[in-house]
């Protein structure tokens, strides 16, 4: 135990941290690489599909949608699998080798086709890595008293590897110049683009993170019956309402969304508020900033208190946090709103992995948890897409309004459905029952 946390659970948040670093790289780069010129779009650009004409932005929007994608569309199965194997430790490894070859081909690849090939390959990857690597940190959970610390910790580390990895990006590929110019950096004699750079450190996150796997983790004792019941319910079992996890997936899902939904207005935003980029990106990186400073004391008092207070909290915060946003006129009002929002997402996300947790049983920790990953991606990769189509039908407001619309869903959802798992009559420090 290092600062009370599991060591195996820090290495998993260490090796988590590497690999999200190489992908927020990549959410960076791959546009401008794109956009250079570098990718032929030749014979794609300015094709009409259906009356509706492909432009640049479009693509570049499908190439990073599509990683989104097959990765939250794969987790259930590849959760399933690690299931039914117990083998989460040969996942983890095979999708950061995935992760690891598509980020090393892009610097040789000039066919746009070839990159969303690369994509989705990475994709895949992510679909191996991410369930098996959560089932682990909650396989390694001694009893219910640790799960929220640990899940607190885990997420901490992987969102400092997402937060910071995109102003690390900026600074490889400009050489940290003012200038937007793309940098030649000359190692041994020759001469490297800062693109090239750029994929290099996300090669080697990936590998910083298989090494310290293969090094350090081992699979815990693989119980037989924890691969029999595999399904993910909707309904409880009394068939009286709907199920915790579902419910919970559902209301990671609305989250996550409204995360997402700042990305694509920077150019509205920037004029509404009359900011530089610069305050912008730390608008942006409010909400990780808020998830980094509160996610482990959050999980941490989750095992005290109880998980269902915490998620509800979130949710009750969430809304008017997100609404706020497409209304301030300043841009100190919206790094507050943004903060705030993280706040809440930092109480919603460990204690909603906790609780899932404590309820997967028999199901299997892969198959349960893969529901509440599954859908964290989903509404990441949906919600840039959604806020643009909201904005163009409606205001600045718009994409705002319906986000906290969605969080109040996810309010009534989980304070009508979903049940505390842990019993709070117990002392702190004693373990809880183990199915």
Same mark, same amino acid.
């Given at each position: 135990?290092?600062?009370?946390?599991?060591?195996?659970?820090?290495?998993?948040?260490?090796?988590?941290?590497?690999?999200?670093?190489?992908?927020?790289?990549?959410?960076?780069?791959?546009?401008?690489?794109?956009?250079?010129?570098?990718?032929?779009?030749?014979?794609?650009?300015?094709?009409?599909?259906?009356?509706?004409?492909?432009?640049?932005?479009?693509?570049?929007?499908?190439?990073?949608?599509?990683?989104?994608?097959?990765?939250?569309?794969?987790?259930?199965?590849?959760?399933?699998?690690?299931?039914?194997?117990?083998?989460?430790?040969?996942?983890?490894?095979?999708?950061?080798?995935?992760?690891?070859?598509?980020?090393?081909?892009?610097?040789?690849?000039?066919?746009?086709?070839?990159?969303?090939?690369?994509?989705?390959?990475?994709?895949?990857?992510?679909?191996?890595?991410?369930?098996?690597?959560?089932?682990?940190?909650?396989?390694?959970?001694?009893?219910?008293?640790?799960?929220?610390?640990?899940?607190?910790?885990?997420?901490?580390?992987?969102?400092?590897?997402?937060?910071?990895?995109?102003?690390?990006?900026?600074?490889?590929?400009?050489?940290?110049?003012?200038?937007?110019?793309?940098?030649?950096?000359?190692?041994?004699?020759?001469?490297?683009?800062?693109?090239?750079?750029?994929?290099?450190?996300?090669?080697?996150?990936?590998?910083?993170?298989?090494?310290?796997?293969?090094?350090?983790?081992?699979?815990?004792?693989?119980?037989?019956?924890?691969?029999?019941?595999?399904?993910?319910?909707?309904?409880?079992?009394?068939?009286?309402?709907?199920?915790?996890?579902?419910?919970?997936?559902?209301?990671?899902?609305?989250?996550?969304?409204?995360?997402?939904?700042?990305?694509?207005?920077?150019?509205?935003?920037?004029?509404?508020?009359?900011?530089?980029?610069?305050?912008?990106?730390?608008?942006?990186?409010?909400?990780?900033?808020?998830?980094?400073?509160?996610?482990?004391?959050?999980?941490?008092?989750?095992?005290?208190?109880?998980?269902?207070?915490?998620?509800?909290?979130?949710?009750?915060?969430?809304?008017?946090?997100?609404?706020?946003?497409?209304?301030?006129?300043?841009?100190?009002?919206?790094?507050?709103?943004?903060?705030?929002?993280?706040?809440?997402?930092?109480?919603?996300?460990?204690?909603?992995?906790?609780?899932?947790?404590?309820?997967?049983? +028999?199901?299997?920790?892969?198959?349960?948890?893969?529901?509440?990953?599954?859908?964290?991606?989903?509404?990441? +990769?949906?919600?840039?897409?959604?806020?643009?189509?909201?904005?163009?039908?409606?205001?600045?407001?718009?994409?705002?309004?319906?986000?906290?619309?969605?969080?109040?869903?996810?309010?009534?959802?989980?304070?009508?459905?979903?049940?505390?798992?842990?019993?709070?009559?117990?002392?702190?420090?004693?373990?809880?029952?183990?199915?």
């Amino acid at each position: 135990m290092v600062f009370g946390t599991d060591t195996r659970v820090l290495t998993l948040a260490f090796a988590r941290m590497a690999d999200a670093l190489g992908n927020s790289f990549l959410i960076i780069v791959l546009p401008l690489y794109i956009a250079s010129g570098q990718v032929s779009l030749a014979g794609i650009a300015g094709q009409q599909i259906l009356g509706f004409t492909l432009q640049t932005e479009t693509l570049i929007g499908l190439v990073l949608s599509l990683f989104g994608l097959l990765n939250s569309f794969g987790q259930p199965f590849t959760g399933r699998l690690s299931d039914r194997t117990g083998k989460r430790r040969v996942f983890v490894l095979t999708g950061l080798v995935l992760f690891a070859i598509g980020s090393a081909a892009y610097p040789f690849l000039s066919s746009y086709w070839a990159v969303l090939a690369a994509r989705a390959f990475q994709g895949l990857g992510a679909a191996f890595t991410i369930p098996a690597t959560v089932a682990l940190v909650n396989d390694y959970a001694a009893s219910d008293a640790e799960r929220g610390g640990n899940f607190g910790v885990f997420n901490t580390f992987r969102l400092i590897g997402f937060g910071f990895g995109p102003i690390i990006a900026g600074v490889v590929i400009t050489g940290g110049l003012a200038a937007n110019d793309v940098v030649t950096y000359r190692i041994a004699g020759t001469a490297i683009s800062g693109f090239t750079a750029a994929f290099a450190i996300a090669v080697l996150g990936a590998v910083v993170s298989l090494a310290l796997v293969w090094a350090l983790i081992q699979d815990p004792p693989f119980e037989a019956e924890a691969g029999k019941d595999l399904s993910i319910a909707i309904l409880d079992r009394d068939g009286e309402g709907l199920d915790s996890v579902f419910v919970l997936g559902v209301g990671t899902f609305m989250m996550a969304s409204t995360i997402a939904l700042f990305a694509t207005l920077e150019g509205p935003v920037r004029m509404r508020l009359n900011e530089s980029t610069l305050f912008f990106s730390v608008q942006f990186a409010a909400v990780v900033i808020a998830n980094v400073v509160f996610q482990v004391p959050i999980g941490r008092a989750s095992d005290r208190l109880g998980r269902r207070p915490f998620i509800v909290a979130g949710f009750v915060i969430l809304v008017p946090s997100v609404f706020a946003q497409g209304i301030v006129t300043g841009p100190w009002l919206m790094l507050l709103a943004r903060f705030v929002q993280g706040i809440a997402v930092a109480l919603v996300f460990a204690p909603s992995l906790a609780l899932a947790g404590d309820l997967a049983g +028999a199901r299997g920790s892969g198959t349960t948890l893969s529901v509440l990953t599954m859908a964290f991606g989903l509404g990441v +990769a949906i919600g840039p897409l959604a806020s643009g189509l909201l904005y163009n039908f409606g205001s600045f407001s718009t994409p705002f309004t319906a986000g906290a619309a969605l969080a109040f869903v996810g309010l009534v959802l989980t304070y009508t459905q979903v049940e505390e798992t842990l019993d709070l009559g117990q002392e702190s420090d004693q373990p809880a029952p183990q199915d």
